[in-house]
Nanobody, 125 residues
Framework: QVQLVESGGGLVQAGGSLRLACAAS????????EGWFRQAPGKEREFVSA????????YYADSVKGRFTISRDNAKNTWYLQMNSLKPEDTAVYYC??????????????????WGQGTQVTVSS
């Protein structure tokens, strides 16, 4: 089975930065599209960012555009989310995800096949 392991969450003050990482096991896994989602308590899981298989295109939710950056290291089967200028409303459990169904940065939860365990990001005001 494919396993995604997340790291990098934590507690930061508003305006601070964190970098999340997602390491994937499994042969040829780097061929998949990768992304990040987040979910606050009592709220729907929402799209944050995604990167196409080629790495040539990136996608961001309007709420994080200009503050977050997604990147990939195919050799390590790892992708990252650099989060800068964090706001209290960014507080959520963040999940990395991978999709074998699309080659572009889909915003649709159902199109992602594999999910990490989630990592808590808390931003204090």
């Amino acid at each position: 089975q494919v396993q995604l392991v997340e790291s990098g969450g934590g507690l930061v003050q508003a305006g601070g930065s964190l970098r999340l990482a997602c390491a994937a096991s499994g042969r040829t896994f780097s061929r998949y599209t990768e992304g990040w989602f987040r979910q606050a308590p009592g709220k729907e899981r929402e799209f944050v960012s995604a990167i196409s298989r080629s790495g040539g295109s990136t996608y961001y939710a309007d709420s994080v555009k200009g503050r977050f950056t997604i990147s990939r290291d195919n050799a390590k089967n790892t992708w990252y989310l650099q989060m800068n200028s964090l706001k209290p409303e960014d507080t959520a459990v963040y999940y990395c995800a991978a999709s074998s169904k699309v080659t572009y940065g889909s915003r649709i939860v159902a199109q992602y096949d594999y999910w990490g365990q989630g990592t808590q990001v808390t931003v204090s005001s």
